[in-house]
């Protein structure tokens, strides 16, 4: 049991609800189509981010070691060598997977492959970081896209932007996580500006979507916005910051995010979304999402 615990957290698994849910959205933007090709891009994207996850604590386990000793490998639930084997076994799986679905989905996948062992590799070595793993979420947009029946269109490419820029801002905030307190300056500071990113999905949703679809924008817009609030009160508004809390929140945000790029499709696509915001949610009381 422990064991298996172990494999939970290193994969990071309450947030694959937000995987999925970037799936479902960039394989719509994309032109939906193919119902049959869903579940394979789904396991395809979920053996790569829980590759990547695997191979997070693997690159990082020096770091762990002195300021995360709770974490698998530190804590001796798991030899730093089998999370090597089991974070390359799952990106391969996740390869395999997408290449199953056609060459354009798997040489998008490479892309995505790549992104992420960039990401493992320096992100503990550069304040750009956040920009990698907004990356990350971008190209995953892509390989949906890439499946659908249109291929990687103009809004694709928009709302996975978007959904990368979202990333950036709340990886920014994770970055201070490891602190119990952040301080508002160089020493250890929370950068305030990087959460303006946050605000990008609902500007272009309300730029982008005009006539009937326009009251389907702004509600889910105040969704989006009311949600983003909640999670940043744990950090902005209380003497006792939380941030690891705020970034629980925000990721689970992710999956509302996702739904506000397509408030355009039919209204029982909004129940898909919704179960998988509450599923992220119900997830992160078992399983840590950072």
Same mark, same amino acid.
């Given at each position: 049991?422990?064991?298996?615990?172990?494999?939970?957290?290193?994969?990071? &698994?309450?947030?694959?609800?937000?995987?999925?849910?970037?799936?479902?959205?960039?394989?719509?933007?994309?032109?939906?189509?193919?119902?049959?090709?869903?579940?394979?891009?789904?396991?395809?994207?979920?053996?790569?981010?829980?590759?990547?996850?695997?191979?997070?604590?693997?690159?990082?386990?020096?770091?762990?070691?002195?300021?995360?000793?709770?974490?698998?490998?530190?804590?001796?639930?798991?030899?730093?060598?089998?999370?090597?084997?089991?974070?390359?076994?799952?990106? *391969?799986?996740?390869?395999?997977?997408? *290449?199953?679905?056609?060459?354009?989905? +798997?040489?998008?996948?490479?892309?995505?492959?790549?992104?992420?062992?960039?990401?493992?590799?320096?992100?503990?070595?550069?304040?750009?970081?956040?920009?990698?793993?907004?990356?990350?979420?971008?190209?995953?947009?892509?390989?949906?896209?890439?499946?659908?029946?249109?291929?990687?269109?103009?809004?694709? &490419?928009?709302?996975? @932007?978007?959904?990368?820029?979202?990333?950036?801002? @709340?990886?920014?905030?994770?970055?201070?996580?490891?602190?119990?307190?952040?301080?508002?300056?160089?020493?250890?500071?929370?950068?305030?500006?990087?959460? !303006?990113?946050?605000?990008?999905?609902?500007?272009?949703? !309300?730029?982008?979507?005009?006539?009937?679809?326009?009251?389907?924008?702004? !509600?889910?817009?105040?969704?989006?916005?009311?949600?983003?609030?909640?999670?940043?009160?744990?950090?902005?508004?209380?003497?006792?910051?939380?941030?690891?809390?705020?970034?629980? +929140?925000?990721?689970?945000?992710?999956?509302? &995010?996702?739904? !506000?790029?397509?408030?355009?499709?039919?209204?029982?696509?909004?129940?898909?979304?919704?179960?998988? *915001?509450?599923?992220?949610?119900?997830?992160?009381?078992?399983?840590?999402?950072?």
């Amino acid at each position: 049991m422990k064991f298996l615990r172990a494999l939970l957290i290193l994969g990071r &698994v309450s947030n694959l609800p937000t995987v999925w849910s970037n799936c479902l959205a960039g394989w719509l933007l994309g032109g939906g189509g193919g119902y049959e090709k869903l579940p394979l891009l789904f396991a395809g994207a979920t053996f790569l981010y829980t590759g990547g996850m695997f191979l997070n604590d693997a690159f990082d386990v020096e770091f762990d070691r002195e300021h995360r000793a709770e974490r698998p490998i530190p804590s001796r639930a798991i030899s730093a060598g089998a999370v090597w084997a089991w974070g390359f076994g799952w990106l *391969f799986a996740g390869i395999v997977c997408l *290449f199953w679905l056609g060459s354009r989905t +798997g040489v998008t996948g490479l892309v995505l492959l790549a992104c992420i062992l960039i990401y493992d590799w320096i992100h503990k070595r550069t304040i750009l970081a956040p920009v990698l793993m907004g990356v990350c979420r971008t190209v995953l947009y892509l390989v949906a896209a890439a499946t659908a029946a249109e291929g990687v269109t103009g809004w694709a &490419v928009w709302g996975g @932007l978007v959904m990368g820029a979202y990333v950036i801002g @709340l990886s920014y905030l994770a970055r201070g996580e490891s602190q119990k307190s952040v301080e508002p300056n160089e020493s250890g500071v929370l950068r305030y500006w990087p959460l !303006l990113f946050l605000a990008n999905p609902v500007v272009l949703a !309300l730029v982008a979507n005009a006539n009937g679809y326009r009251n389907g924008a702004l !509600l889910i817009s105040a969704i989006v916005l009311l949600w983003v609030a909640k999670s940043l009160r744990y950090t902005l508004w209380t003497p006792q910051r939380n941030v690891g809390r705020a970034v629980s +929140g925000l990721l689970a945000g992710i999956v509302l &995010v996702d739904w !506000l790029a397509v408030c355009y499709a039919p209204k029982d696509w909004g129940f898909i979304f919704i179960g998988l *915001f509450l599923s992220a949610l119900m997830f992160q009381r078992f399983i840590p999402a950072t």
